[in-house]
């Protein structure tokens, strides 16, 4: 294969890449739109449902047409005004609870910090006292490495023996 081969196929794969990414992107964008209209519908359901029950029990009872087309009518304003309302209503108290979850699992997340903080500060503590007895220890061991096998360490005797 020559150069000129070569590059095209490596357009062909970049371009095969981009496509690939861009159809992802669709994807995920599809999946939002549809996880957003869930309360949309509540006013043509409650409006239409209600339309049908009147215009059932109106031909029952044998209106005319034209008194049974506006009472059909207005039964479908004042259902549509009934459903936007309680469109309104349960929209009002979804969003009220996803604010109550959104401030709970704020909470949640601050105590983790917290926590995690406290955590983390007795952790250094811990390894504070550590260096500090290893230094300790270290001083010590200098202390003891002065004294010459042989020599006499003063070191735990007390001075009322002196006088004996």
């Known amino acids: ?7 095209i196929v490596e357009e062909n ?3 095969e890449k981009k496509s690939k990414k861009k159809k992802k992107e669709v994807k995920k964008n599809y999946e ?3 996880e957003a209209p869930k309360t949309k519908l509540i006013a043509a359901i409650v409006m239409l449902s209600g339309g049908l029950i009147v215009a059932v029990i109106t031909a029952i009872q044998g209106y005319e047409t034209t008194l049974w087309l506006k009472t059909l009518i207005f039964a479908l ?3 549509l005004i009934a459903g936007l309302l309680l469109e309104w209503m349960v929209t009002h108290f979804v969003n009220m609870n996803q604010a109550r979850d959104d401030a709970i699992a704020a909470q949640e997340e601050a105590i983790a910090a917290r926590e995690a903080d406290e955590l ?5 503590a811990a390894a504070a006292a550590e260096a500090e007895a290893a230094l300790l220890a270290e001083q010590e061991s200098e202390d003891n ?3 010459l096998q042989g020599e ?3 070191f735990g005797e007390s001075d009322e023996f002196d006088d004996l």
Do not use: G, H, R
Request: glycine share 0%; no cysteine.
């Open 13 to 15: 794969l970049e371009e």
């Open 152 to 154: 006499y360490d003063p």
């Open 1 to 7: 294969m020559s150069k000129e081969d070569e590059e």
């Open 145 to 147: 490495d002065n004294v």
């Open 77 to 79: 304003v004042i259902f």
């Open 32 to 34: 939002i739109i549809v």
């Open 120 to 124: 983390a500060a007795q952790e250094a």
